[in-house]
């Protein structure tokens, strides 16, 4: 089967849940630590062996470009002042992969953000990695599903169980068992009322796609909240035999959740070498006030 190298980041939203700090700032450049969180996705894509990734964004998300580029001026006084790890660290960021952008000119939902990514894509598998999803593991979850691509050949979704209560808010999915933590997926539906969940699996930040998505997103119309909802295609093809589903190992944090925001920070700095020290000492303190 051929091999997936090319990813699509969609980080054109309008991150509304985490406003006013998304007025003028995407959320993912939101920091974890130290690192904006689409720094992670794109090492996670690059560790998953991912050679070209193409980032959809919008008016005003500029600053991602800047992210990835070179600083020549920032790069020099780097040199001269001899921050040596640090000029490796932003010169690495600038050399990491190709990094193509194209922008998404009305914000009308994911479907239609990734049908963008049509041209770049080409007639080729290619892994989606949601923008606002951050996802620490030893394993990179890109890769956990390319190997399911590369063994199945059909499209294949990163799933987790999630809250009953969740579930409604997210998209549910009809699964079977194949081996391990992996998944037939046979449909599924986005915001499901209560007495339409299928089960409490749902896609969580991540997926591999055929190519065949473009024609069906073609011919999607605008669904729940109005929005072209990549769901919406992605049951096309679960209906068709075309999906499986990896319940991956890894954890993830929605950055585009005032809660998920503090959790990614918290827990990254814990298992930071750099600070996971003086961050435990200055918890276990702020603990015992609570
Ligand atoms: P979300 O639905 O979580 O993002 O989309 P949002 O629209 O920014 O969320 P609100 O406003 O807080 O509810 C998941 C991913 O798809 C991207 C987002 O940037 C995010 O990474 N997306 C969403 C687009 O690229 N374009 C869109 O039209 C919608």
């Known amino acids: 089967m051929a091999k997936v190298r090319k990813a699509v980041i969609p980080a054109a939203g309008l991150g509304t849940r985490v406003l006013p700090a998304t007025k003028s700032m995407p959320k993912e450049m939101l920091p974890i630590v130290d690192k904006p969180a689409i720094q992670y996705i794109v090492e996670e894509a690059v560790a998953a062996g991912i050679e070209d990734i193409l980032i959809i964004t919008n008016r005003g998300k500029g600053v991602i470009e800047d992210h990835f580029d070179h600083s020549i001026e920032l790069e020099q006084r780097l040199e001269e002042s001899g921050k040596t790890d640090m ?17 998404q000119k009305e914000t009308k939902g994911l479907g239609h953000a990734i049908a963008c990514a049509k041209a770049f894509v080409g007639n080729e598998p290619f892994a989606v990695l949601y923008g606002d999803d951050v996802i620490i593991g030893d394993d990179p979850v890109c890769g956990q599903l390319c190997r ?12 987790k169980e999630v809250t009953s209560e969740q579930i409604l808010r997210y998209c549910s999915l009809a ?25 409490l699996y749902s896609i969580l930040g991540r997926c591999v796609l055929t190519p065949d998505i473009f024609d069906i997103l073609a011919e999607t119309k605008p669904g729940a909240g109005g929005e072209i909802q990549l769901t919406d295609a992605m049951c096309i093809q679960a209906k068709n035999g075309n999906m499986m589903g990896v319940d991956f190992i890894g954890k993830r944090y ?15 700095a ?19 006030t609570l």
């Open 148 to 159: 399911i691509y590369e063994e199945f050949g059909k499209s294949v979704v990163g799933i």
């Open 175 to 199: 699964v079977s068992p194949v081996r391990d933590n992996v998944y037939d997926v046979s449909d599924m539906i986005e915001k499901p009322s209560p007495d339409k969940v299928m089960s």
């Open 270 to 288: 814990l298992i930071r070498a750099d600070m996971r020290e003086d961050f435990a000492a200055y918890l276990k303190e702020l603990v015992k």
């Open 87 to 103: 000029l490796e660290e932003v010169l690495k960021l600038s050399n990491m992969a190709n990094i193509q952008f194209i922008r």
């Open 254 to 268: 929605d950055m585009g959740n005032k809660l998920g925001i503090l959790q990614a920070n918290c827990e990254v």
